[in-house]
């Protein structure tokens, strides 16, 4: 099995680097089913995983005069305060068992990975209605500065709960508020979700040991996967990657769901 998790490491980088999205809601499902962490481990590991590989893409972007540091400082520093507070006061509070009656026991870690289907049917349903190009002209603006705080809150508060991106939500938000062509929004993005996530990482370093060399290790197979992505990414349709990738995660997302029903009620 942990063959084939390091593979699937290697693919989600490889999204990343071809569709600049997408591939970061898969870490925490594979570090969970392929390597057998707990979920709050896999959490963890999934901050520095998507972090790394998310800055390493930004800099691909930022040649390519796609991320706007300004505006993506602005997102992220509302953000990033959202995860320090749930990483450094809201997780350690949290009880293991959340609710038992019977034979039926919801954990803290069952009920993280069945939000995190429910997240990554979200995530699919906006890859599969994604489009290749977007007119700044065409987009419907909105200056309500609520919906930027609004975004930058939830983001946070799904990075910081369960170590995802949450580049499906910080992409349209973007769009909207600052008006950006969907490629500077994506790039600023990953510019944000490194920003976010190594962020939390740093929160937790102090609360349980971390084994360096396998962290280290999948990685690197994200980067690599990642910068093989942006090499080839010009052979390839996106819109068809992204259709096909956001099948896959709904696939994915609806296995996991049925998996996390069978071990609540025991069966």
Same mark, same amino acid.
């Given at each position: 099995?942990?063959?084939?998790?390091?593979?699937?490491?290697?693919?989600?980088?490889?999204?990343?680097?071809?569709?600049?999205?997408?591939?970061?809601?898969?870490?925490?499902?594979?570090?969970?089913?392929?390597?057998?962490?707990?979920?709050?481990?896999?959490?963890?590991?999934?901050?520095?995983?998507?972090?790394?590989?998310?800055?390493?893409?930004?800099?691909?972007?930022?040649?390519?005069?796609?991320?706007?540091?300004?505006?993506?400082?602005?997102?992220?520093?509302?953000?990033?305060?959202?995860?320090?507070?749930?990483?450094?006061?809201?997780?350690?509070?949290?009880?293991?068992?959340?609710?038992?009656?019977?034979?039926?026991?919801?954990?803290?870690?069952?009920?993280?990975?069945?939000?995190?289907?429910?997240?990554?049917?979200?995530?699919?349903?906006?890859?599969?209605?994604?489009?290749?190009?977007?007119?700044?002209?065409?987009?419907?603006?909105?200056?309500?500065?609520?919906?930027?705080?609004?975004?930058?809150?939830?983001?946070?508060?799904?990075?910081?709960?369960?170590?995802?991106?949450?580049?499906?939500?910080?992409?349209?938000? @973007?769009? =909207?508020?600052?008006? *950006?062509? %969907?490629?500077? /929004? $994506?790039?600023?993005?990953?510019?944000?979700?490194?920003? +976010? !996530?190594?962020?939390?990482?740093?929160?937790?370093?102090?609360?349980?040991?971390?084994?360096?060399?396998? @962290?280290? =290790?999948?990685?690197? *197979?994200? %980067?690599?996967? /990642? $910068?093989?992505?942006?090499?080839?990414?010009?052979?390839? +349709? !996106?819109?068809?990657?992204?259709?096909?990738?956001?099948?896959?995660?709904?696939?994915?997302?609806?296995?996991?769901?049925?998996?996390?029903?069978?071990?609540?009620?025991?069966?």
């Amino acid at each position: 099995m942990q063959v084939v998790g390091y593979f699937s490491t290697l693919l989600i980088g490889l999204s990343l680097g071809l569709m600049g999205a997408g591939g970061s809601i898969l870490t925490v499902p594979v570090l969970v089913y392929f390597f057998r962490l707990e979920p709050a481990s896999a959490v963890r590991y999934s901050l520095f995983i998507v972090g790394s590989t998310s800055s390493i893409s930004s800099i691909a972007k930022f040649k390519q005069g796609q991320v706007l540091f300004k505006k993506g400082i602005i997102f992220a520093s509302i953000s990033i305060v959202m995860v320090w507070l749930i990483r450094s006061f809201i997780i350690p509070k949290i009880p293991a068992v959340l609710w038992h009656w019977h034979d039926v026991t919801l954990t803290f870690g069952m009920l993280s990975m069945i939000i995190f289907s429910l997240l990554m049917m979200m995530a699919a349903r906006t890859m599969m209605q994604a489009k290749n190009d977007c007119d700044p002209q065409q987009v419907e603006k909105s200056n309500s500065i609520s919906v930027l705080i609004g975004c930058a809150v939830t983001t946070g508060v799904l990075t910081g709960f369960l170590g995802a991106g949450g580049g499906f939500l910080i992409v349209p938000a @973007l769009t =909207l508020f600052f008006h *950006l062509d %969907i490629k500077k /929004a $994506v790039g600023t993005s990953l510019f944000i979700i490194s920003l +976010n !996530t190594l962020s939390g990482f740093l929160s937790d370093l102090g609360l349980q040991e971390v084994k360096w060399t396998f @962290l280290l =290790l999948t990685t690197a *197979l994200a %980067i690599l996967g /990642a $910068v093989a992505g942006q090499r080839i990414s010009h052979l390839f +349709n !996106t819109r068809q990657l992204r259709l096909c990738f956001g099948w896959f995660i709904l696939i994915l997302a609806i296995v996991i769901l049925a998996v996390q029903a069978g071990e609540l009620t025991n069966l």
